[in-house]
């Protein structure tokens, strides 16, 4: 006699869209509102709220292996939170804007960091659906050493990222009119001799990487994406 096989229960779409990852995401959205609605007037609990929610960053990935809730549809919240968070100004949001702000622009260098760091993102996300992987993070395939490095080894991404948002943090704290250049708030944190400005200069290094890796991821995913195209048209 044959035995009953159990059949799997498929998820309801609203178990889905309430998978922990994606609770911890709207979380951060909510928090990264109140945090950026708050920013000019409570820097230190902006501040907080802020570094809880990249922590989060973190946290959601590994939620979603701990209890098998990996998916298609993650809920994008540091995209969101980078897109809509204080609108202020003359400027768009997140972190970079806010510290445009508080110094004198050059340039609008936080925001053009912004939309690189978005757009390699993006363009990887992308170019990783084309080539059928089940992650932007394999790049086991890629000619760049750095590259391959950063997503090989999840201590050294985990400190590029962590360096990155600990230096605008500090910078933010520092900062203490609008009438301040960048560079004088960045030379007076490093030369004042104190435990800033080593976690300054620590925070520079891994800051630095991330971005040239945010080039390079730009330019392999772009690549990738062109080849795609290339390939395409030459089908008959």
Known sequence: MAKNKSIPIKPS????????????????????CFAFAICFSNKWIFC???FISFVCDGIDGWVARKFNQGMVF??????????VNCKGRDS?????????????RPGMV??????LDIGSHWLQMYSTFLLGKASHKDVKDSTNWLFKAYYGNRMFMAYCCV?????????????QNETEKLMDVLKASITEGS????????????????????????KTAADVCVLHDINKKERP
Do not use: H
């Open 48 to 50: 907080a709220l802020y």
């Open 13 to 32: 779409k609203l178990s889905v869209y309430l998978y922990i990852p994606n609770i911890i995401g709207y979380t951060r959205v909510l928090m990264n």
């Open 92 to 104: 768009i949001s997140t972190f970079g804007a806010v510290l445009d702000m508080v110094t004198d």
């Open 195 to 218: 435990l800033v400005s080593v976690l300054v200069v620590l925070s520079l290094f891994g800051w630095a990487i991330k971005q040239l890796v945010n080039i390079i991821q730009m």
């Open 74 to 83: 993650f809920f994008p919240g540091p995209l969101i939170v980078q897109y």
């Open 163 to 175: 360096a990155c948002e600990v230096l605008y943090i500090s910078l933010f704290l520092l900062a």
């Open 110 to 115: 936080f925001l053009s960091l912004l939309a």
